[in-house]
């Protein structure tokens, strides 16, 4: 079962890419997920958005060092190739790119995954902060072309009424 989004956002989908369920591709955590056909080299890319509450005093730095922390229990090891803040004083934002491999059917192939962190403040209560998490895995050499297509939903975000993307 998928979960939802703490504050609703919405966003375009760029041409391409097709919605997918969550928890039949191995995502249950995501609140959304999309693919873009067809594989590379057995590969499919993908972008997958979660978010939770983080009333905690952790800046987005920190909160990204906790994404490859976990990744490297997954997958070791993990290399940051790039990292950078992003966004406004208001809609304040962060990005890392990682690169790693993974065993899929018994290949290794080697993936990039670029991460987008959002954190938004609740405006009567500036200690209600939820960030919201945009990711982008595809294998190294497909990369490029999926990134610009990243970018451009990344571009499109704002918030939402509740209702789905």
């Given at each position: ?56 005093t952790?800046?987005?730095?920190e ?73 982008l ?29």
């Amino acid at each position: 079962m998928s979960t939802n989004l703490p504050a609703p956002i919405t966003f375009d989908l760029p041409k391409g890419w097709q919605v997918a369920p969550p928890d039949k591709l191995g995502a249950p955590d995501a609140s959304f997920v999309a693919v873009h056909l067809p594989p590379d080299d057995g590969f499919t890319a993908n972008i997958t958005i979660d978010g939770e509450y983080r009333p905690d005093t952790a800046t987005l730095p920190e909160i990204a060092d906790e994404s490859v922390e976990h990744m490297d229990q997954a997958a070791s090891p993990v290399v940051v190739t790039d990292r950078c803040e992003a966004g406004s004083s208001d809609a304040p934002g962060f990005t890392q790119t990682l690169a790693f491999s993974i065993s899929v059917a018994g290949k290794s192939r080697a993936l990039v995954q670029s991460q987008a962190y959002l954190s938004l403040l609740d405006i009567e209560d500036p200690h209600k902060r939820v960030v919201i998490r945009f990711v982008l895995t595809s294998t190294e050499s497909q990369h490029p072309t999926v990134l610009d297509d990243f970018r451009a939903l990344l571009g499109t975000v704002r918030p939402g009424d509740g209702g789905a993307p």
